[in-house]
């Protein structure tokens, strides 16, 4: 049985075809990062527009013949509206021409099984550190289906600190690569930025990056001259000490011994690599995805819908579209 996935939440157009006997059987993404790039950020419109191009250009790379499909996944939200209209729009009128049953995922809970993909036979439960350019969330994982957010971002989330503080000190977009790259370019100049970390003693598990990316703002617009590597390194410092800290945090009250960190950031190396380093010292084990499924991708959502499928036996009957989230999410 093939699933075939589709995922437009935000600016890549992803698609996969999926088994879950042999893992990915086709996988493209058209990535529209060169064209908003020049604006720094995220643009709706084009955003939505492009998704019209790379499902058109993506489609004619499908062998149709290849797969027998009998499921295709799309993913229903959260993000941009009108990258999520294109393609459920997509999903419901392919679902249609195959004559197949179509299955709905929430882009998050893609994230948070998409650690499946690389590690098969990963044991519950598990904390979730999920950081993306949409959300901040510590989540705990119970098992498949059943997830409790222990905290979460109040303001910007990690990933979107990163493409703000990029676009500060003249770096493009997506700025969370750029950043890290940065990161060894060092020039020399001297640099006494220091940056608060907002929430360290309170005790919960949230977060809040705003309050740094203001003072890294302000920092870049009075200073003549600003050292990118070094801005870079306090900021991927204050990221490193602030998540950290929460996480410890969260696992210490669960009394949980895996860490799973997914979504964006995750692929991070400074961060990532640190983590592992800390948490290993204290009997905890970290995984996190292989790079290409940090980011956005088709294969989570294929494999969340294979799950849902599979497992709830739920799916979407109805070609009515509707892009709102259906995860059912627990706060404590
Ligand atoms: O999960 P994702 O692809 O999309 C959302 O669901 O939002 O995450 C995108 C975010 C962007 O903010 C991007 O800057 C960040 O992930 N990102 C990174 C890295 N690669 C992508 N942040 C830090 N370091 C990276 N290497
Ligand atoms: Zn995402």
């Given at each position: 049985m093939c699933i075939f996935s589709v995922e437009t939440s935000c600016d890549d157009t992803c698609f996969t075809v999926y088994n879950f006997k042999n893992g990915v059987l086709f996988e493209k993404i058209y990535k529209q990062s060169y064209i908003h790039n020049k604006f720094k950020g995220v643009v709706p419109n084009i955003a939505l527009s492009e998704h019209k191009l790379g499902i058109q250009l993506l489609y004619t790379q499908l062998g149709l013949c290849d797969y027998r499909i009998c499921y295709v996944a799309y993913t229903q939200g959260p993000g941009l509206s009108g990258s999520l209209f294109m393609g459920v729009s997509f999903a419901k009128a392919f679902t249609y021409f195959l004559n197949v049953k179509s299955v709905n995922v929430n882009h998050l809970e893609g994230h948070l099984l998409s650690i499946f993909l690389t590690f098969r036979f990963l044991m519950f439960p598990y904390i979730a550190l999920l950081i993306s350019g949409g959300h901040t969330f510590i989540i705990y994982v119970h098992c498949m289906g059943k997830y409790v957010i222990l905290g979460m971002s109040l303001d910007d989330s990690v990933g979107e600190s990163f493409d703000k503080v990029a676009c500060y000190l003249g770096l493009g977009y997506p700025g969370g690569p750029l950043l890290e790259y940065n990161l060894l370019e060092d020039n020399g100049t001297y640099c006494n930025l220091r940056l608060p970390r907002p929430?360290?003693?309170?005790?919960?598990f949230n977060f809040s990056y705003s309050g740094i990316k203001t003072n890294i703002r302000n920092y870049c617009r009075y200073k003549k001259e600003v050292c990118v590597s070094k801005v870079s390194l306090e900021f991927h410092k204050v990221v490193f000490d602030t998540i950290t800290n929460k996480v410890l945090l969260a696992l210490r009250y669960t009394n949980v011994k895996n860490l799973v960190v997914v979504g964006g950031v995750a692929a991070n190396f400074f961060i990532c690599s640190r983590i592992s380093y800390i948490l290993r010292e204290r009997n905890i084990s970290v995984f996190s995805p292989v790079v290409k499924y940090c980011t956005d991708n088709a294969a989570m959502v294929a494999l969340t819908g294979y799950i849902k499928v599979s497992q709830y036996k739920t799916i979407d009957l109805s070609y009515v579209i509707n892009h709102s989230s259906d995860m059912n999410l627990y706060e404590i």
């Open positions: 929430m360290f003693t309170d005790n919960s």
